[in-house]
């Protein structure tokens, strides 16, 4: 699975109506989809399609035809972000209508078309899912810790301070079991 970490957008224009295709981080779908609104109030459509992962691990999926024919536009959209693999993306499809009907088939391609292309633009990254671990140590191993997190490109969330610092840490699963072994050679550390 892929994910993008910022906005990309591309045009396509097919038989005068236009296609502005925008693909941004899922986090950012609501905000996008509200500003887009207000910057084109001449549009005719917004189609819609996302894919995220839940608090399970679950993918949850929708799309929106917003108005087009049944099944010509969002579906096809949502099709083009599961055949790309990507996760916690959304995908927003701005329309101006040209004045020629382009059949259901006609839409099918042009949306489909416009995520392709706006897809090819986009810079994709592996997806890894994240584990979060918290681990305590000795005031005097605080600089040991942060050193092996930075070296084991483990992100550090937090630290607590008390009778010993606690660090919440987050990474893929293998960087923080790499992290522990590293470790456990140099302090005393507790799970």
Do not use: W
Request: glycine share 6%; with cysteine.
């Amino acid at each position: 699975m892929y994910y993008i970490k910022e906005h990309y957008t591309d045009t396509l224009e097919v038989k005068q109506s236009k296609f502005i295709a925008h693909l941004v981080p899922y986090t950012d779908y609501e905000s996008t989809l509200n500003k887009l609104q207000q910057e084109h109030p001449k549009a005719r459509h917004f189609v819609t399609a996302y894919r995220y992962l839940n608090e399970y691990g679950q993918i949850v999926e929708s799309s929106s035809d917003d108005g087009e024919p049944k099944g010509t536009s969002g579906k096809p959209s949502l099709m083009v972000l599961q055949g790309k693999a990507l996760i916690n993306t959304a995908v927003i499809i701005v329309r101006y209508f040209g004045g020629t009907k382009l059949g259901t088939g006609g839409l099918v391609r042009a949306y489909s078309d416009a995520v392709n292309l706006v897809i090819e633009k986009a810079e994709l990254f592996p997806y890894k899912e994240l584990v979060e671990k918290n681990i305590s140590c000795d005031y005097t191993d605080v600089g040991k810790v942060e050193y092996a997190c930075r070296s084991e490109d483990v992100l550090i969330k937090e630290k607590i301070f008390d009778s010993k610092v606690t660090f919440i840490i987050e990474a893929p699963k293998k960087q923080i079991e790499s992290l522990l072994q590293d470790l456990d050679r140099i302090v005393a550390v507790k799970e």
